[in-house]
């Protein structure tokens, strides 16, 4: 038995470590670890501050996915005020979200995922025309666009003309300036990874020259992705928001307005290009490699996802009333509040459980535990649900090695900064996953009777693929490949999202509302003494949930769950494994020095470290089996 460290694990937001037991005769991993190694104390910032500026310091989590936690930290407060946005805010928010999901989703895979799968050195190998031939396939072999309702299709398109053709004459250029960094001995952007392992020999050199060339095209074009939130909350990251609605007014006729007809077309170009870029890019290349690796039967690091998943759902398609009391839920176009276990036995035999406003509220339901996790509760107290959460750091150290300098951490006691989340007891993962095996165990089981054009092209996305990759669903979905393919899936849908509420932004505001903030509770002598909220949606990265309590007009508590916190969790009480864990056990290890297994099913989470443990790094020397880095010895 092998102990393997991984620590940095790198290309994530944020410090993970993870530890893990390798048999090296069999390759199998026996035990994992998942560990944290910054503490997160954002809670701390937020206590005694005003309700009204909170989602300005808790989008600071993450510079990532900035504006999925002031999205959220929004919902909690307007749900503990009682507080109705209007229709034209409700439409901008959701896009704003929905073009931060498909910028998430794109620059994860292409920046951080993709060298897990394609290697520049066996792009060299490559025959630029047969790649330019290979593109052509890959796209009429794997283009899902068409799978969306008339009403989401864009009247623009960038592609091909915003893009180089992908011809012999341009994979030849794209092959010339890779060997040039290669054989200059610095490999910059492509240094630290085992290019030598045996996973790169299993796609063809033209894929990798594919790969590499779209890493650098997404390079180049994915901050445009986000013009939304430019021109909507006046930059990026950390976008604009206002409890009530948001701060950006409208106004056709005037040109200087934040909201006019010419900054609403910048918006309009922006939603296409994101449209074309997951099309004709992301997409078919994930669903291209997925291909091959589930034909050579490398369907494995399903791991938690085969037993248990949760979502929130979300996309309002009207403005709510509060989300404690369940209407959130009932105006969702994407319904995929639930939990689902036992999907690796098929769709038609898996379990759903509802969840809802009151559920999230409830400790025998939703709770976070700290059985193996550096933080303390009052006496007696095994858990909590966030509404009444506690943050009281208590470090003490690895199992081997000094508090400062650490060889291996305790499994048997505290190993992390992450607190466990669970639901009734038990740990669960969310993601792009969980969301789409929620909805398509609800829609195929009769649950939803009138699902959502969102919800029927979820369902339709996941049947086509299973159909092209010859496999159901719940063999291909639970697996690393699965997790990835569900991410692009996934922005295609919220690519189709920004464009269904821009198109009813602009009708709205052509039927003369120009509205974008209701101020009825922006007054502090307006609120309840005491109060308490719950905001959530489905963020890149799975279920993010924000509870706070109001008292006397200042935050008296504030808890975050965020994925990762979900995903990267210790052990939880009942000794089960959270999601991370799960799926290092359920994969095997080829090479036990050089596993890329591991960290190819780690980043397919797309760990966001950052918002799980945050503002204090007590990080000791690095003590490693392993370095992910080649070029330090």
């Given at each position: 038995?092998?102990?393997?460290?991984?620590?940095?694990?790198?290309?994530?937001?944020?410090?993970?470590?993870?530890?893990?037991?390798?048999?090296?005769?069999?390759?199998?991993?026996?035990?994992?670890?998942?560990?944290?190694?910054?503490?997160?104390?954002?809670?701390?910032?937020?206590?005694?501050?005003?309700?009204?500026?909170?989602?300005?310091?808790?989008?600071?989590?993450?510079?990532?996915?900035?504006?999925?936690?002031?999205?959220?930290?929004?919902?909690?407060?307007?749900?503990?005020?009682?507080?109705?946005?209007?229709?034209?805010?409700?439409?901008?928010?959701?896009?704003?979200?929905?073009?931060?999901?498909?910028?998430?989703?794109?620059?994860?895979?292409?920046?951080?995922?993709?060298?897990?799968?394609?290697?520049?050195?066996?792009?060299?190998?490559?025959?630029?025309?047969?790649?330019?031939?290979?593109?052509?396939?890959?796209?009429?072999?794997?283009?899902?666009?068409?799978?969306?309702?008339?009403?989401?299709?864009?009247?623009?398109?960038?592609?091909?003309?915003?893009?180089?053709?992908?011809?012999?004459?341009?994979?030849?250029?794209?092959?010339?300036?890779?060997?040039?960094?290669?054989?200059?001995?610095?490999?910059?952007?492509?240094?630290?990874?085992?290019?030598?392992?045996?996973?790169?020999?299993?796609?063809?050199?033209?894929?990798?020259?594919?790969?590499?060339?779209?890493?650098?095209?997404?390079?180049?074009?994915?901050?445009?992705?986000?013009?939304?939130?430019?021109?909507?909350?006046?930059?990026?990251?950390?976008?604009?928001?206002?409890?009530?609605?948001?701060?950006?007014?409208?106004?056709?006729?005037?040109?200087?307005?934040?909201?006019?007809?010419?900054?609403?077309?910048?918006?309009?170009?922006?939603?296409?290009?994101?449209?074309?870029?997951?099309?004709?890019?992301?997409?078919?290349?994930?669903?291209?490699?997925?291909?091959?690796?589930?034909?050579?039967?490398?369907?494995?690091?399903?791991?938690?996802?085969?037993?248990?998943?949760?979502?929130?759902?979300?996309?309002?398609?009207?403005?709510?009333?509060?989300?404690?009391?369940?209407?959130?839920?009932?105006?969702?176009?994407?319904?995929?509040?639930?939990?689902?276990?036992?999907?690796?036995?098929?769709?038609?035999?898996?379990?759903?459980?509802?969840?809802?406003?009151?559920?999230?509220?409830?400790?025998?339901?939703?709770?976070?535990?700290?059985?193996?996790?550096?933080?303390?509760?009052?006496?007696?107290?095994?858990?909590?649900?966030?509404?009444?959460?506690?943050?009281?750091?208590?470090?003490?150290?690895?199992?081997?090695?000094?508090?400062?300098?650490?060889?291996?951490?305790?499994?048997?006691?505290?190993?992390?900064?992450?607190?466990?989340?669970?639901?009734?007891?038990?740990?669960?993962?969310?993601?792009?996953?969980?969301?789409?095996?929620?909805?398509?165990?609800?829609?195929?089981?009769?649950?939803?009777?009138?699902?959502?054009?969102?919800?029927?092209?979820?369902?339709?996305?996941?049947?086509?693929?299973?159909?092209?990759?010859?496999?159901?669903?719940?063999?291909?979905?639970?697996?690393?490949?699965?997790?990835?393919?569900?991410?692009?899936?996934?922005?295609?849908?919220?690519?189709?999202?920004?464009?269904?509420?821009?198109?009813?932004?602009?009708?709205?505001?052509?039927?003369g509302d120009t509205s974008v903030a209701n101020m009825k509770n922006f007054d502090p002598n307006t609120w309840p003494k005491e109060a308490k909220g719950v905001g959530i949606l489905d963020a890149p990265r799975g279920a993010l949930g924000h509870w706070c309590v109001i008292k006397d007009g200042k935050i008296a508590n504030y808890q975050c769950i965020v994925p990762t916190t979900w995903n990267a969790c210790p052990r939880t009480m009942a000794n089960e494994h959270g999601a991370?864990?799960?799926?290092?056990?359920?994969?095997?290890?080829?090479?036990?020095?050089?596993?890329?297994?591991?960290?190819?099913?780690?980043?397919?989470?797309?760990?966001?470290?950052?918002?799980?443990?945050?503002?204090?790094?007590?990080?000791?020397?690095?003590?490693?089996?392993?370095?992910?880095?080649?070029?330090?010895?």
């Amino acid at each position: 038995m092998k102990r393997v460290v991984v620590d940095p694990v790198i290309r994530i937001e944020g410090h993970l470590r993870v530890e893990v037991n390798v048999d090296e005769a069999t390759g199998k991993v026996q035990d994992a670890l998942s560990s944290g190694t910054a503490w997160r104390g954002i809670e701390l910032v937020a206590k005694d501050r005003d309700p009204r500026d909170v989602w300005a310091f808790v989008q600071r989590i993450c510079g990532v996915c900035t504006s999925t936690h002031a999205l959220a930290a929004l919902r909690s407060v307007e749900d503990a005020l009682g507080i109705e946005i209007p229709k034209n805010a409700n439409y901008i928010r959701n896009i704003m979200h929905s073009c931060l999901d498909v910028h998430d989703h794109i620059v994860h895979f292409y920046h951080l995922h993709a060298l897990d799968w394609v290697s520049p050195l066996e792009a060299l190998k490559a025959d630029p025309a047969k790649t330019a031939a290979l593109q052509e396939t890959v796209l009429k072999t794997y283009n899902l666009s068409g799978l969306e309702p008339a009403e989401t299709q864009s009247t623009l398109s960038a592609y091909p003309k915003e893009f180089p053709k992908g011809d012999a004459t341009y994979y030849g250029a794209v092959q010339a300036k890779v060997k040039k960094i290669v054989d200059s001995g610095q490999l910059g952007i492509f240094a630290a990874q085992w290019w030598d392992h045996p996973d790169y020999q299993l796609l063809p050199p033209e894929v990798h020259l594919m790969g590499v060339a779209h890493y650098l095209n997404i390079l180049d074009r994915q901050r445009d992705i986000v013009t939304p939130h430019v021109v909507f909350g006046g930059k990026n990251p950390h976008p604009h928001y206002t409890v009530g609605g948001m701060p950006c007014a409208i106004s056709m006729d005037d040109m200087n307005a934040p909201i006019n007809s010419a900054r609403l077309a910048v918006v309009d170009e922006s939603i296409s290009l994101a449209k074309d870029l997951v099309d004709y890019f992301y997409l078919p290349d994930v669903l291209a490699i997925g291909q091959i690796y589930v034909k050579a039967g490398m369907v494995d690091g399903g791991g938690l996802s085969k037993r248990r998943v949760l979502a929130y759902g979300g996309y309002p398609d009207e403005p709510y009333k509060n989300i404690h009391d369940g209407d959130y839920f009932q105006k969702s176009v994407v319904r995929a509040s639930g939990v689902v276990e036992d999907f690796e036995k098929g769709v038609a035999a898996a379990k759903f459980t509802p969840l809802d406003g009151k559920t999230l509220m409830d400790p025998k339901f939703v709770s976070e535990e700290i059985e193996h996790s550096w933080y303390e509760y009052p006496s007696n107290t095994k858990s909590l649900n966030p509404s009444e959460g506690i943050t009281k750091p208590n470090y003490t150290g690895p199992k081997t090695g000094t508090k400062e300098h650490w060889e291996y951490l305790d499994e048997a006691k505290k190993y992390s900064w992450i607190k466990s989340p669970t639901f009734q007891g038990k740990a669960c993962e969310v993601g792009p996953l969980a969301k789409y095996i929620v909805v398509y165990t609800k829609v195929k089981q009769g649950i939803l009777k009138n699902p959502t054009w969102a919800e029927n092209m979820m369902v339709r996305q996941i049947d086509t693929v299973s159909s092209v990759l010859g496999v159901p669903a719940h063999v291909w979905m639970c697996s690393t490949v699965g997790r990835t393919a569900c991410r692009a899936l996934d922005a295609q849908v919220a690519a189709n999202m920004s464009r269904y509420f821009f198109n009813k932004l602009v009708t709205n505001i052509k039927n003369g509302d120009t509205s974008v903030a209701n101020m009825k509770n922006f007054d502090p002598n307006t609120w309840p003494k005491e109060a308490k909220g719950v905001g959530i949606l489905d963020a890149p990265r799975g279920a993010l949930g924000h509870w706070c309590v109001i008292k006397d007009g200042k935050i008296a508590n504030y808890q975050c769950i965020v994925p990762t916190t979900w995903n990267a969790c210790p052990r939880t009480m009942a000794n089960e494994h959270g999601a991370y864990e799960s799926n290092m056990i359920d994969t095997k290890v080829k090479v036990p020095d050089k596993p890329l297994e591991i960290l190819k099913g780690i980043h397919s989470f797309d760990p966001c470290l950052a918002c799980a443990t945050h503002l204090y790094n007590k990080k000791g020397e690095e003590i490693v089996s392993v370095n992910t880095d080649a070029l330090c010895k």
